[in-house]
C-alpha cells in the first residue's frame, strides 16, 4: 500500500517540460536567460534587406527632313522641284534601377555577443584570460631581459679576461 502511495506522490510531484516552459515565460528573469541561450546558439545572420525600384521610361523622338530635289526636264530648259518629307521615328527605353540597403543593427549586436561569449569560453578553456596573456607577456620581458643580461656579463668577463692577459 505505501509503494502505491509513493509511486502516485512521485508521479504528482514529476515537473512535465510544459510547466518548465509556463515557468520560464512567466518569469522575466528566466525568460531573459533562455532568450540569450537561443540567441548564442542560433544566431540571425539575415540582417540586410534589399529593396530594388525598377523604372522604365519609353520614348519616341521623330526626326523630319525635308529634301529638295531639283529635275531638269531634256528637251525645255525648265526644271521642277520637287520636296521629299522623310520622317525617321526612334524610340528609346530608359531603365533606372535603385537599390537601397537596410542593415539590421540587432542581428549585427547579437553576432557581436556570440562571438565575444566563445572567445572568452576559448580563452577560459585554453587559461588564455587577459590576466594570463598579461602575465605571459611580463614573463617573456623578464626572460629576454635576463638574457640580454647574462650575455652581455659574459662577453664582459671575457673582455676583461682577454685585456689582463694582453697586459
Not at 536567460?33 to 539575415?46: A, H, I, M, Q
Not at 529634301?67 to 520637287?82: A, C, H, L
Not at 556570440?114 to 572568452?120: G, L, Q, R, T
Amino acid at each position: 500500500m505505501y509503494k502505491y502511495l509513493i509511486l502516485l506522490i512521485l508521479i504528482a510531484s514529476c515537473t512535465t517540460s510544459e510547466k518548465i516552459a509556463q515557468k520560464a515565460l512567466a518569469d522575466p528573469i528566466a525568460f531573459g536567460k533562455v532568450g540569450e541561450v537561443y540567441r548564442r546558439l542560433n544566431p540571425c545572420l539575415n540582417d540586410t534587406s534589399v529593396i530594388t525600384k525598377t523604372d522604365t521610361i519609353e520614348t519616341v523622338h521623330a526626326d523630319t527632313a525635308y529634301i529638295k530635289t531639283t529635275v531638269f526636264q531634256n528637251g525645255t530648259n525648265s526644271t521642277d522641284t520637287i520636296y521629299r518629307e522623310i520622317t525617321k521615328y526612334i524610340t528609346r527605353n530608359i531603365h533606372d534601377t535603385a537599390k537601397y540597403y537596410t542593415r539590421d543593427k540587432t542581428a549585427e549586436r547579437l553576432l557581436t555577443d556570440s562571438f565575444i561569449y566563445y572567445k572568452n569560453l576559448f580563452f577560459q578553456e585554453h587559461g588564455n584570460t587577459t590576466d594570463a596573456i598579461k602575465e605571459k607577456k611580463r614573463w617573456q620581458i623578464n626572460f629576454w631581459l635576463l638574457l640580454i643580461a647574462t650575455i652581455s656579463i659574459s662577453f664582459l668577463g671575457i673582455y676583461l679576461k682577454f685585456k689582463t692577459k694582453i697586459l
